[in-house]
């Protein structure tokens, strides 16, 4: 057997945390090994304790989870952050994405939302909650660029017609397989394609790039 993905729960209020705690407990294939009040216990903890997925409140005592993140992010083998809002249109939630966050997740989702969130980005082939992050986006439209800017994003000019392809179905919300089966292509062709996409764009994260691609104006929020 594989071992379970070891997940992180960074929240200022105790009870959301058991809350967490006890749905992700109960999956086999996940575990939490890691529990902390704001991110400056965060950062501490992770120093010692290996970690694939954290869970991160925005708003906390001592050290808020965007600077966390930040902070967390900034290493090469980092685990991948989800950030927990309260707020379907956060304003900080685009930061922590910035900042390295793999997602944002509403902790009033479902919890198999938030079971299917961990997986996905440990995966690292899917974006999260695609309709949240348009959202997001949408709420968001009146700061991003005009319509087929590529101000700030010079790696879009170094991609290929077919990555563009590529990278404006990942903005709409498609997952790797279903990129495959639109472009007629195999999914392993996708994955090298996702991959050279990131590079180009100098992101290390589908979330990252996705938030790229809305903010040059490659992808519009509600296209």
Known sequence: ????????????????????????????????????????????????????????DVRMPNLDGLSATARLTAADDAPRVIVLTTFDLDEYVLEAIRSGASGFLLKDAPPEEMLAAIRTVHRGDAVIAPSSTRRLLEHL???????????????????????????????RGRSNAEIADELYVAEATVKTHVGRILAKLGVRDR????VAAYEAGLVRPGA
């Open 1 to 56: 057997m594989t071992s379970p993905i070891r997940v992180a729960l960074v929240d200022d209020q105790q009870l959301v945390r058991a809350g967490f705690r006890m749905v992700i407990d109960s999956q086999p294939d996940l575990e939490v090994v890691v529990e902390a009040g704001d991110g400056a216990q965060a950062l501490r903890l992770l120093a010692s304790h290996a970690v694939d997925v954290v869970l991160m």
């Open 141 to 171: 439209v009146g700061v991003l660029p005009a319509e087929g800017s590529t101000v700030g994003h010079p790696g879009l000019d170094e991609l290929t017609e077919r990555e563009r392809e590529v990278l404006v179905l990942m903005a």
């Open 207 to 210: 979330v990252q790039a996705v």
